[in-house]
């Protein structure tokens, strides 16, 4: 069926709107002649008021392809982009549907048709805990073809490690093996991903809404999508709270220096959970700072252009720009202006690259490495921004009404001829007063909760400062009404460095904390950590679980979790006379059923 056009003259139209609509007709198909002339039809049955066009006519060949967003979170940043991202579909007409890794059904990939991925690298290069099995699939022999999806990946790192974002560059990889045709390339983001990030998003949503296959039925009046109203204070706007009380955990003698913080919230209205985070806004040491200042013959007051706006060099180098962690763009950008041949030979080769880095930072680099006359505008352009530190929070709020505290284990060492300080350890140790100010918004992590019942028994494992998000867990369990509750901690010293020793002691004396039990590494000759203590109480600890108890870990990624990990799927094969393989299965289905869950780092 093709229509007639019009002819001069014929009918209401002006010979503008005819000559338009004429324009259009010569362009059609039969098919889509048809489908016009059905939908004008239904226009005039329907009775709409002049401007106001109904929903197309449901018909499946018509029906928008919904896009799904899978996000794999540690912490809650991949989450939150990928929220962003469904907003902004929404907003652009787009069908678009949310989507956890650790719950998405690996059964549906094989139906999609429009992808967005958004991961985190955890560690050296591993999935965060709740993309593990995801990760899995697509690298098993189940992995369907993707022929007909397609498909972006934005991947969240840090510059610092290895292998950048590499959970990332797996599923950009293998969803192009598979058959999937990428939308767009791949966007791996550093620490500072925010804007980044948002650049993505707005291209996503331009690509997808540009697609006639993701457009949503448009609704009668232009319904508008619903925006999620933004929290007063955040990580762009951080909240001032007044230092309250800092103590020195550990005693007289101790290797360590583990502070225990109270800040006041008072007045911003901001909220937490038992299991979420504190960002921390840190300020740079200022002796490192005037020593970059110095190893650059830099002036300290000439004004740079920042993210901020413009700044003194001094000021970017306090707040603005990291100035300790190495990370291999700077080194590579910083091997490039010096053309030092000595650096780019380490630059070549990772091993002797990691093995360079490991206890080194900026300051190294310039003094090992010297460049005359290097523009601070050049300098600047090497660093990435200032990111927040995340602390485990150690309270709870309903404990502690307006409050929040952290455990905070302060950084100081020396390596290669010089002392060195971490950067927010060392800032709220030494550089904020009582009663002073600190930067901080809260950092969600609902991968890091208490069961929903508190008759559902817990079972806690954090040597150090992991301790911090259990104090936080007891102090609520306490007000809901105790349930069963199991703390493992372990440190160097029992004398000295017995975390909150007379809080654990109470709760145990009360009823509270049914079952402690420590392991202090250097009291004896061999060394006993919780992971030893685990396996003393095998049979216990599997009844626990075998009773529906919950399993927690905070503290160390690079050894003690692994270690309690492995200690863990031990006792499930030993006391459940399974085989290693079936163990390990029992291990990953208490952390698809969210009974497994680590904060760690």
């Known amino acids: 069926m093709t229509i007639p056009l019009f002819s001069p003259g014929v009918g209401p139209l002006t ?260 299991g979420d985070a504190l960002g921390v806004c840190p300020v740079n040491d200022p002796e490192l700072v005037a020593e970059l200042v110095t190893a650059l013959d830099a002036n300290a007051d000439e004004d740079v252009v920042t993210p901020k706006g413009v700044e003194s060099f001094q000021e970017a180098l306090s707040r603005t720009y990291e100035i300790t962690t190495l990370t291999r763009p700077f080194l590579r950008a910083y091997a490039e202006a010096s053309e030092s041949k000595e650096l780019q030979g380490i630059l070549a080769d990772a091993t002797t690259l990691n093995a360079w880095m490991y206890g080194r930072d900026i300051l190294d680099v310039l003094n090992t490495w010297p460049v005359k006359g290097l523009p601070t505008a050049e300098f600047l352009d090497m660093l990435r921004k200032l990111p927040p530190r995340l602390y485990s929070i150690a309270s709870s709020l309903e404990a502690h009404p307006e409050e929040v505290h952290l455990t905070v284990g302060v950084t100081r060492y020396d390596a290669h001829g010089r002392s060195r300080k971490g950067v927010c350890s060392t800032f709220l140790a030494e550089r904020v007063e009582l009663d002073e100010t600190i930067p901080v918004y809260i950092d969600a992590n609902k991968n890091f909760k208490l069961p929903a019942s508190v008759d559902t028994p817990i079972i806690m494992v954090g040597p150090g400062t992991g301790i911090a998000p259990f104090r936080a867990f007891v102090e609520q369990r306490e007000l809901q009404g105790d349930g069963r509750n199991w703390l493992f901690f372990g440190d160097q010293h029992f004398d000295t460095d017995f975390l909150y020793q007379t809080e654990w002691q109470q709760w145990l004396s009360n009823g509270v904390l049914d079952r402690l039990h420590v392991a202090f590494s250097r009291d004896q000759n061999e060394k006993l950590y919780v992971q030893h203590r685990m396996m003393e109480n095998a049979k216990d600890l599997y009844g626990w679980l075998e009773e529906g108890a919950h399993f927690y870990v905070c503290g160390d990624e690079s050894r003690m979790a692994h270690d309690v990990h492995a200690a863990l799927i031990s006792i499930v094969e030993a006391q459940g006379g399974k085989s290693k393989e079936d163990a390990e299965a029992y291990v990953k289905q208490l952390q698809k059923d969210r009974r497994y869950q680590r904060d760690v780092y």
């Open 15 to 274: 010979p503008e709107q005819q000559q338009s609509l004429n324009q259009l007709l010569t362009t059609l198909s039969p098919e889509q002649s048809a489908w016009l002339c059905g939908y004008m039809a239904g226009v005039n049955a329907s009775g709409a008021e002049p401007g106001v066009l109904p929903a197309a006519p449901s018909d499946s060949a018509t029906e928008a392809v919904p896009v799904t967003v899978l996000y794999g979170s540690q912490t809650g940043n991949s989450e939150g982009i990928a929220g962003d991202l469904v907003e902004a579909l929404k907003g652009k007409g787009v069908t678009a549907e949310l989507k956890d890794m650790a719950t998405y059904k690996t059964q549906n990939l094989k139906k999609e048709k429009q992808l967005c991925v958004v991961v985190s690298t955890h560690g050296e290069g591993d999935p965060p805990d709740t993309a593990m099995d995801l990760h899995a699939f697509l690298y098993g022999r189940r992995a369907p073809k993707m022929d007909g999806c397609s498909f972006a990946v934005l991947a969240l790192g840090d510059t610092s490690y290895e292998h950048f974002c590499k959970t990332g560059q797996d599923f950009d990889t293998r969803l192009s093996e598979l058959g999937a045709t990428r939308l767009l390339d791949r966007v791996d983001c550093d620490v500072d991903y925010e804007e980044q990030a948002e650049a993505w998003i707005q291209e996503v949503a331009a690509k997808f809404s540009a697609s006639p296959t993701s457009a949503a039925p448009a609704q009668a009046g232009g319904t508008a999508v619903p925006v999620a109203p933004q929290a007063a204070y955040s990580k762009k706007n951080p909240f001032s709270a007044p230092l309250l009380e800092r103590i020195h955990l550990n005693g007289r003698g101790s290797a360590k220096d583990t502070l225990h913080l109270e800040l006041s919230l008072e007045g911003s209205g901001l909220t937490y959970e038992a």
